[in-house]
């Protein structure tokens, strides 16, 4: 089996796995400055909301260089990201324990990784872990490794294991990551309800969280994840999850590699981004932007 699909290769470019800026990125920092003053001005979280910042790989070479499968932040960085999580939010498991709480004086954070690579064991686990905190991660169980030896950028079922009797909580990202929309309905089906029996079968316990893989949904693929069981499902729209919102289309934020520094953590924590979601979702700016946000 290849560890890493297709898709995946697909998406890098062809002559060194580095997807070229678009010209118009010159005028990058004057929209990176636009975004630091919006976001200074965006009122800090209300009760009853939840931010839900997502990860993918977690790096120890130099942000910005997108030559591995999947969007990455640098080490570094993420230790940073955890240590203002700690001292100005109060992180909660999962979405279950913001839904029943009593409103709190700090702001909530949900932490989340999808795709479940080995990194998020090897680096981020060990942060966490020094900061009390808990995490989800979004597994593609097809993906996993069934020993330690095996090759492969991905988890092994006993690094999956170790996490979560350590308290990291796991949820389901489908068996082979696909476009859920772009399935039949059984295909879809299979898809999300097989990635939900893996790891209720390996870690006993029942699973209720699902991300959708590159945050493609439709109606049809939101029904169905609510006919398998799920409690709770994230996307990939830029937002703050609320209580009246539907949990099944939680919003979450984006951290990327270029988020290195405190202010750009806390900035992006409280929103910097959504101000151009609108704009964000128009497939041409997207496009252009793709080599910098690469969202799975
Ligand atoms: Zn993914």
């Not at 299979?190 to 945050?215: Q, T, W």
């Not at 990327?256 to 806390?266: E, G, K, M, V």
């Amino acid at each position: 089996m290849t560890p890493v699909p297709p898709r995946f290769a697909g998406r890098l470019d062809p002559s060194g796995g580095v997807l070229r800026p678009a010209p118009w990125w010159r005028l990058a920092p004057v929209g990176r400055l636009l975004d630091w003053i919006l976001a200074l001005t965006a009122a800090p979280q209300q009760r009853g909301q939840l931010r839900v910042p997502y990860f993918h790989s977690v790096g120890t070479d130099l942000p910005a260089s997108f030559t591995y499968p999947a969007p990455q932040v640098w080490a570094p960085a993420f230790e940073r990201f955890a240590r203002v999580a700690r001292h100005e939010y109060e992180v909660v498991a999962d979405p279950s324990e913001w839904h029943d709480a009593p409103p709190s004086a700090r702001p909530r954070l949900w932490i989340t990784f999808d795709d479940g690579y080995r990194d998020n064991y090897e680096l981020a686990f060990p942060v966490l872990r020094r900061h009390a905190l808990s995490a989800t991660l979004f597994v593609t169980t097809g993906w996993l490794r069934d020993s330690d030896h095996a090759p492969g950028v991905c988890l092994s079922w006993r690094e999956v294991r170790e996490m979560a009797a350590a308290g990291i909580r796991f949820g389901a990202h489908t068996v082979s990551h696909p476009s859920l929309p772009e399935l039949s309905e059984r295909e879809a089906e299979a898809e999300i309800r097989e990635s939900k029996r893996a790891l209720e079968d390996r870690l006993g316990v029942p699973c209720a969280l699902f991300a959708y893989p590159f945050g493609h949904v439709d109606r049809r693929v939101r029904d169905l994840v609510a006919k398998a069981g799920f409690q709770w499902a994230v996307t990939t729209c830029e937002g703050v999850a609320s209580l009246d919102g539907d949990p099944l289309l939680m919003p979450r934020t984006y951290l990327a590699a270029s988020d290195l520094l405190y202010t750009d953590l806390r900035l992006k924590l409280r929103g910097l981004h959504e101000w151009r979601g609108p704009l964000w979702r128009t497939s041409r700016l997207r496009r252009a932007v793709h080599w910098r946000d690469p969202v799975r």
